[in-house]
């Protein structure tokens, strides 16, 4: 059973706002509405529709500025402006800066629907069939950022542009890849994955081009390398940036000419395979240093993909958990069904520097050695091995903000209570209170001299 595709309508006129609702629910979408394009841009960052309809003319900001909003951060997402016959021109010109159709009021609710169906059906990566969704399986989310960059990873997929994945280290970067070839048409050919940074640099030329017999002592025989392996399917080269210079000049030719010529052979056979690749490394940095090439950064580099780390998406972490949770409990025979609050707690606050793949050791651990059903906060610690950043309440927050700030201010006028409070925008008397408040002393902060 599918899933009713998402609508975000914009519009400051509250019954046409309602109107709408109303026609699109009953023609089958799951509709969120917002007021404004302020309003929008704040339920954007909470959950991500499949499709944006905005009134072009609001108080505030008007539909292109969201537009524009949505454009940055959201490539992949259409936008549908609705527009009074006064306004068609600017309509026209949003059309052309990249928004997917416009309407003129009063419109046909019929009209309305088909334009919005071909907008979703250009997107099918969040279209909601449980089937079209399979591509996707090992990315669990719950984040309208990721949703955006697998809305796009999606659209590359269906072309054979090849696409530089970007993230740190364990955030994914290999699972976005054999996504992207299982969204593909490639999907039914060979996945081959290398790491560069893992084979030794005189070994690497033979495992990615093959070798010819006798091309080296121990050649007893031709032997076909991982690129051609990949023949017909899709080759990921994973620590791209780690590549020797030498090789990279041979798989720019590879890249050019659709050829690989093996070690000691006098004969290129050509090859079919598209390429993904990815890097945890600045490769412009490395460009600019020389470490890199740039005529292959550019032929590497036709879509960019930036996976965002976990500590920017922390609304996936309880996903995540529970789903590494249910896996491993399966892998290792043990009884333990989730975490005690404490316990996600501490999983959401940290900082996660080695990102999902820390994530999933965590998990691992603390399953291995939980003997209750709920993972208790004592193991998570245990397996963190560090103090987990906190999450102070608002009075908490506020307190301690004050207290440094007010510290801040007394360091850099060396105590002199009256020069802070000007500097703070208040009066002495009330800055006395909040030195107070925060048992400060300013005699503390004279200078000795």
């Given at each position: 059973?599918?899933?009713?595709?998402?609508?975000?309508?914009?519009?400051?006129?509250?019954?046409?706002?309602?109107?709408?609702?109303?026609r699109?629910r009953?023609?089958?979408?799951?509709v969120?509405t917002?007021?404004?394009?302020?309003?929008?841009?704040?339920?954007?960052?909470?959950?991500r529709?499949q499709?944006?309809?905005?009134d072009?003319?609001?108080?505030g900001m008007?539909?292109?500025?969201?537009?524009d909003?949505?454009r940055?951060q959201?490539?992949?997402?259409?936008?549908?402006?609705l527009?009074?016959?006064?306004t068609i021109?600017?309509?026209?010109e949003?059309?052309?800066?990249?928004?997917?159709?416009?309407?003129?009021k009063?419109?046909?609710?019929?009209?309305?629907?088909?334009?919005l169906?071909?907008?979703?059906?250009?997107?099918?990566?969040?279209?909601?069939?449980?089937?079209?969704r399979?591509?996707r399986?090992?990315l669990a989310?719950?984040s309208?950022?990721?949703e955006a960059?697998l809305?796009?990873?999606?659209?590359a997929?269906?072309?054979?542009?090849?696409?530089?994945?970007?993230?740190?280290?364990?955030?994914g970067?290999?699972?976005?890849a054999?996504?992207?070839h299982l969204a593909?048409?490639?999907?039914?050919r060979?996945f081959?994955a290398?790491?560069c940074?893992?084979?030794?640099?005189?070994l690497?030329e033979?495992?990615?081009?093959?070798?010819a017999?006798?091309?080296f002592t121990?050649a007893?025989?031709?032997r076909?390398?991982?690129?051609?392996?990949?023949?017909?399917?899709?080759?990921?080269?994973?620590?791209?940036g780690?590549?020797?210079p030498?090789?990279?000049?041979?798989?720019?030719r590879?890249?050019?000419?659709r050829e690989?010529?093996?070690?000691?052979?006098?004969q290129?056979?050509p090859?079919?395979v598209?390429?993904l690749?990815?890097t945890h490394?600045?490769?412009e940095a490395a460009?600019?240093e020389?470490?890199?090439?740039?005529?292959?950064y550019?032929?590497?580099n036709?879509?960019?993909?930036?996976?965002?780390?976990l500590?920017e998406?922390?609304e996936?972490?309880?996903?995540?958990?529970?789903?590494?949770?249910?896996?491993l409990?399966?892998?290792h025979g043990r009884?333990?069904?989730?975490?005690t609050?404490?316990?996600?707690?501490?999983?959401a606050?940290?900082?996660?520097?080695?990102n999902?793949?820390?994530?999933?050791?965590?998990?691992e651990?603390c399953c291995?050695?939980?003997?209750?059903?709920?993972?208790?906060?004592g193991?998570?610690?245990?397996?963190?091995r560090?103090?987990?950043?906190?999450?102070?309440?608002?009075?908490?927050?506020?307190?301690?903000?004050?207290?440094?700030?007010?510290?801040?201010?007394?360091?850099?006028?060396?105590?002199?209570?009256?020069e802070?409070?000007?500097?703070?925008?208040?009066?002495?008397?009330e800055?006395?209170r909040?030195?107070?408040?925060?048992?400060?002393?300013?005699a503390?902060?004279k200078?000795?001299?």
């Amino acid at each position: 059973m599918s899933a009713q595709p998402g609508v975000l309508i914009v519009d400051d006129d509250a019954d046409l706002l309602r109107l709408l609702a109303m026609r699109l629910r009953s023609a089958g979408y799951r509709v969120d509405t917002a007021a404004s394009g302020e309003e929008a841009l704040a339920r954007l960052a909470v959950a991500r529709p499949q499709a944006v309809i905005t009134d072009l003319r609001m108080e505030g900001m008007d539909g292109l500025a969201l537009f524009d909003r949505i454009r940055a951060q959201d490539p992949a997402l259409p936008v549908i402006v609705l527009t009074a016959h006064g306004t068609i021109p600017d309509a026209v010109e949003a059309t052309q800066r990249g928004v997917f159709g416009y309407l003129t009021k009063p419109f046909d609710a019929g009209e309305l629907v088909g334009l919005l169906k071909r907008a979703i059906e250009l997107h099918p990566a969040a279209g909601g069939e449980d089937e079209g969704r399979a591509w996707r399986a090992g990315l669990a989310t719950a984040s309208p950022r990721m949703e955006a960059l697998l809305s796009e990873a999606h659209l590359a997929a269906r072309s054979e542009a090849n696409v530089l994945i970007l993230g740190e280290s364990g955030s994914g970067k290999e699972v976005l890849a054999r996504a992207i070839h299982l969204a593909s048409p490639r999907r039914d050919r060979p996945f081959v994955a290398v790491n560069c940074a893992a084979i030794p640099e005189p070994l690497l030329e033979s495992e990615l081009f093959g070798h010819a017999k006798g091309a080296f002592t121990g050649a007893v025989g031709a032997r076909p390398g991982l690129i051609q392996s990949a023949e017909g399917g899709t080759l990921f080269l994973d620590e791209i940036g780690d590549m020797p210079p030498p090789l990279q000049v041979k798989l720019l030719r590879v890249l050019q000419e659709r050829e690989v010529r093996p070690v000691g052979a006098s004969q290129a056979v050509p090859v079919d395979v598209r390429i993904l690749s990815a890097t945890h490394r600045d490769l412009e940095a490395a460009i600019a240093e020389g470490g890199f090439r740039e005529d292959l950064y550019y032929r590497l580099n036709v879509v960019g993909l930036a996976i965002p780390p976990l500590r920017e998406r922390r609304e996936d972490i309880p996903l995540l958990a529970h789903q590494f949770l249910k896996t491993l409990a399966a892998r290792h025979g043990r009884s333990v069904s989730g975490f005690t609050p404490e316990a996600m707690s501490m999983l959401a606050a940290h900082d996660w520097p080695g990102n999902v793949r820390q994530l999933m050791n965590t998990v691992e651990q603390c399953c291995v050695l939980c003997t209750t059903a709920l993972i208790p906060a004592g193991l998570v610690a245990r397996a963190l091995r560090d103090r987990p950043a906190e999450i102070l309440s608002y009075a908490e927050a506020k307190a301690r903000f004050e207290h440094d700030y007010l510290t801040g201010l007394l360091k850099i006028t060396n105590g002199n209570v009256a020069e802070a409070a000007r500097l703070a925008g208040r009066n002495r008397t009330e800055f006395y209170r909040l030195l107070q408040r925060h048992r400060l002393t300013a005699a503390l902060f004279k200078s000795s001299q």
